[in-house]
């Protein structure tokens, strides 16, 4: 990827996607399932661009939603209905019958309280909800606190008696038709036995629920499979897909994993320029054009992400450690601390990498700042598939409600 063409081009900061990179992520996991019925649903939250969202679905892929939002973007890529799942456990009653109205794959419930009112919405409508329930398998996946899921402490599923029981419930309900079993730990998973710990013990529920005669058909495994920031040691998608298909051996369910992370991160590039070289006594800063509002993951969880000072040698004599920052104002705008850099002059390039997810679908207008421009690369072409945002973007539901100034 020409990083100095595109950023000449597009202006900074902006996001930069290798779509051939996606296709080829999505194609190593669906690969690795093959022979086995499975669907890779791809997990919208991670980079929800429209184009991202139907290039995937152009390959297969289908969609993991988290709000309605999620969803209607889904449709309008091209996801087909019946491989878009809708997950989360804080979902409202309009998005709820939003769901059952488009007729997707299935509602992933994550509470009884929600299963009630899933319920009673499908009956109003006149509709039968398929559902999944997600199963909390108590299960410490070994990532940071924040994206940590499968716990007890965890505000997410139900624990197994009460997912047994619901089952029950369901199954004798004429409104919903329990069709799925979910389980999800947490992201950026490095180590598989939790995972693999979490699918035996959610397959034995499975076994039970179908030998009470719940007719499931989907055995969905959630997403989180890590990926390489700094020098972590990835999941083998062949030996996740093996162990898996293992852990439901014998049973005829359908495999539905849930990536973000693992098809769009590598691939995506944050390109920022740099405005100022700020010294402080011995303290050296780099002022780039991009903040903490167009990526905040070094911020809010003091992430790494590798910084490359582009068209210049990383190994260079004269490098110095410096703090690469934004210009938002808080101290926790930067990009990377105590980074050693070579001398640098106002204009130079950096690429930030691994920020394909949670990079621009976490960003925000903080500070009024104008959100970024996205862009795909795709067999060796380049076209915009987000402008950046305009001053009038940021003000039109706010002009139009000013009182007239005297
Ligand atoms: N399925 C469920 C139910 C989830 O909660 C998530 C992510 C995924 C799938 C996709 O996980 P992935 O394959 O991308 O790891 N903002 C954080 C990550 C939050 C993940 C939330 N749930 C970050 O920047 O690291």
Same mark, same amino acid.
């Given at each position: 990827?020409?990083?100095?063409?595109?950023?000449?081009?597009?202006?900074?900061?902006l996001?930069?996607?290798?779509?051939?990179?996606?296709s080829a992520?999505?194609?190593?996991?669906?690969?690795a399932?093959?022979?086995s019925?499975s669907l890779?649903?791809?997990?919208?939250?991670?980079n929800?661009n429209?184009?991202?969202?139907?290039?995937?679905?152009?390959?297969?892929?289908?969609?993991?939603?988290?709000?309605?939002?999620?969803?209607k973007r889904?449709?309008?890529?091209g996801?087909?209905?019946?491989?878009?799942?809708f997950?989360?456990?804080?979902?409202?009653?309009?998005?709820?019958?939003?769901?059952?109205?488009?007729?997707i794959l299935?509602?992933?419930i994550?509470?009884?309280?929600?299963?009630?009112?899933?319920?009673?919405?499908?009956?109003?409508?006149?509709?039968?909800?398929?559902i999944?329930i997600? @199963?909390?398998? !108590?299960?410490?996946?070994? $990532?940071?606190p924040?994206?940590?899921t499968g716990?007890?402490?965890n505000? *997410?599923? =139900?624990?197994?008696?009460?997912?047994?029981?619901?089952?029950?419930?369901?199954k004798?309900s004429?409104?919903?038709?329990p069709?799925?079993?979910?389980?999800?730990?947490?992201s950026?998973l490095?180590?598989l036995?939790?995972?693999?710990?979490?699918?035996h013990?959610?397959a034995?529920?499975?076994?039970?629920?179908?030998?009470?005669?719940?007719?499931?058909?989907?055995?969905d495994?959630?997403?989180?499979?890590g990926?390489?920031?700094?020098?972590?040691?990835?999941?083998?998608?062949?030996?996740y897909?093996?162990?898996?298909?293992?852990a439901?051996?014998?049973?005829?369910?359908?495999?539905?994993?849930?990536?973000g992370?693992?098809? @769009?991160?590598? !691939?995506?590039?944050?390109? $920022?320029?740099?405005?100022y070289e700020?010294?402080?006594?011995d303290?050296? *800063?780099? =002022?780039?054009?991009?903040?903490m509002?167009?990526?905040?993951?070094?911020?809010l969880?003091h992430?790494?992400?590798?910084?490359?000072v582009?068209?210049?040698?990383?190994a260079?004599?004269n490098?110095?450690?410096?703090?690469?920052?934004?210009?938002?104002?808080?101290s926790g705008d930067?990009?990377?601390?105590?980074?050693?850099l070579?001398?640098?002059?106002?204009?130079?390039?950096?690429?930030?990498?691994?920020?394909?997810a949670?990079?621009?679908?976490?960003?925000?207008?903080?500070n009024?700042?104008?959100?970024?421009?996205?862009i795909?690369?795709?067999?060796?072409?380049?076209?915009?598939?987000?402008?950046?945002?305009?001053?009038?973007?940021?003000f !039109?539901?706010?002009?139009?409600?000013?009182?007239?100034?005297?």
């Open positions: 990827m020409d990083y100095q063409a595109l950023s000449n081009r597009y202006g900074t900061p996001f930069a996607y290798d779509f051939d990179r996606f992520q999505y194609a190593l996991l669906k690969d399932f093959s022979g019925k890779i649903a791809y997990a919208v939250k991670a929800s429209l184009s991202t969202i139907s290039h995937l679905a152009a390959q297969g892929a289908g969609a993991d939603c988290v709000s309605f939002g999620e969803v889904a449709l309008i890529a996801v087909p209905k019946y491989k878009i799942i997950s989360g456990i804080g979902k409202r009653d309009d998005e709820i019958a939003g769901a059952l109205n488009e007729d299935f509602i992933n994550e509470s009884e309280a929600e299963l009630a009112r899933v319920e009673a919405i499908a009956l109003e409508l006149g509709k039968v909800a398929r999944s997600r @199963v909390n398998p !108590a299960i410490d996946p070994k $990532t940071h924040y994206i940590s716990l007890r402490e505000k *997410f599923g =139900v624990d197994i008696p009460t997912a047994q029981r619901l089952y029950l419930h369901a004798n004429a409104a919903v038709d069709i799925g079993i979910h389980f999800h730990i947490g950026q490095t180590d036995a939790p995972i693999l710990e979490a699918a013990k959610v034995e529920l499975a076994r039970t629920l179908i030998a009470l005669g719940i007719e499931l058909k989907f055995f495994v959630g997403g989180g499979i990926v390489v920031y700094k020098d972590e040691t990835p999941i083998d998608p062949n030996e897909a093996k162990g898996i298909l293992s439901i051996k014998g049973l005829d369910l359908t495999v539905i994993c849930e990536p992370r693992f098809l @769009v991160s590598e !691939a995506g590039f944050f390109l $920022t320029r740099v405005l700020k010294r402080s006594g303290k050296r *800063f780099v =002022v780039v054009d991009g903040a509002n167009d990526l905040i993951r070094p911020a969880y992430a790494y992400h590798r910084v490359e582009v068209g210049k040698p990383s260079d004599a490098e110095t450690l410096c703090d690469v920052v934004g210009p938002v104002c808080e930067f990009f990377a601390k105590n980074l050693p070579p001398p640098i002059v106002r204009g130079d390039l950096l690429a930030i990498h691994t920020a394909g949670y990079g621009f679908s976490m960003s925000s207008n903080y009024t700042r104008r959100r970024a421009a996205e795909a690369v795709e067999n060796g072409v380049d076209r915009l598939i987000r402008e950046r945002e305009t001053y009038d973007d940021l !039109a539901s706010e002009t139009k409600l000013l009182k007239a100034s005297k």
